[in-house]
Nanobody, 126 residues
Framework: QVQLVESGGGLVQAGGSLRLSCAAS????????MGWFRQAPGKEREFVAA????????YHADSVKGRFTISRDNTKNTVYLQMNSLKPEDTAVYTC???????????????????WGQGTQVTVSS
């Protein structure tokens, strides 16, 4: 079992920045593709970003491209989501996820991940 624990969420004003962290258990972290998802109240879960196991490839949703950046540090078993120029519509519970499988759509925007964290709340005020 892989344990994923997010942190770094909070309340921030529009235009501000926030950095989320997701700490993963186990020494096999380097083998996992990692992703960030978010879900606003009353809405479906939305793909945000993903990163390959080595960190060499990233994929960001159009809605956050240019503002958010996913990264990872395999020596620390941690994946990050740097969020800049935050907007009120970014308000959601942000969850990290892990998967072992690969493929042409390795970023798995439809949520085909094996493990999920508990989520951390991000609230952007206007």
């Amino acid at each position: 079992q892989v344990q994923l624990v997010e942190s770094g969420g909070g309340l921030v004003q529009a235009g501000g920045s926030l950095r989320l962290s997701c700490a993963a258990s186990g020494r096999t972290f380097k083998n996992y593709f990692m992703g960030w998802f978010r879900q606003a109240p009353g809405k479906e879960r939305e793909f945000v970003a993903a990163i390959s196991s080595s960190g060499g490839s990233t994929y960001h949703a159009d809605s956050v491209k240019g503002r958010f950046t996913i990264s990872r540090d395999n020596t620390k078993n941690t994946v990050y989501l740097q969020m800049n120029s935050l907007k009120p519509e970014d308000t959601a519970v942000y969850t990290c996820a892990a998967r072992l499988t690969s493929g042409s759509t390795w970023w798995a925007p439809n949520g085909e991940y094996d493990y999920w964290g508990q989520g951390t709340q991000v609230t952007v005020s206007s």
